[in-house]
Nanobody, 123 residues
Framework: QVQLVESGGGLVQAGGSLRLSCAAS????????MGWFREAPGKEREFVAV????????YYADAVKGRFTISRDNAKNTVTLQMNSLQPEDTAVYYC????????????????WGQGTQVTVSS
């Protein structure tokens, strides 16, 4: 298991940007694929983005494609989510998650979760 702590959430106006960070503990960070999920009030937690163990490959939900960028730094045990052109519908608690699979394809593939960070986008 890896312990994850998110930071960087906050309140931003529509059209603005935020950068979320996730710090991971342990010396095996590079053996995990990393993802970001979000959960809006009254909705299920949904996939946002995933990055491979090396950082060479990434995949995004259609709702954020072209606006969000996921990246990782294995030397610093961190994964980030750069969010641009934010819209009110992006308002949610954002969660960092780790998967021992090389390319996770579903939420249950992620076995470690952070506590979440709130992102609020005002119109």
């Amino acid at each position: 298991q890896v312990q994850l702590v998110e930071s960087g959430g906050g309140l931003v106006q529509a059209g603005g940007s935020l950068r979320l960070s996730c710090a991971a503990s342990g010396r095996t960070f590079s053996s995990y694929a990393m993802g970001w999920f979000r959960e809006a009030p009254g909705k299920e937690r949904e996939f946002v983005a995933v990055v491979s163990r090396s950082g060479a490959n990434s995949y995004y939900a259609d709702a954020v494609k072209g606006r969000f960028t996921i990246s990782r730094d294995n030397a610093k045990n961190t994964v980030t989510l750069q969010m641009n052109s934010l819209q009110p519908e992006d308002t949610a608690v954002y969660y960092c998650a780790a998967s021992p699979l090389s390319w996770p394809s579903a939420k249950p593939d992620f076995t470690s979760w952070g506590q979440g960070t709130q992102v609020t986008v005002s119109s």
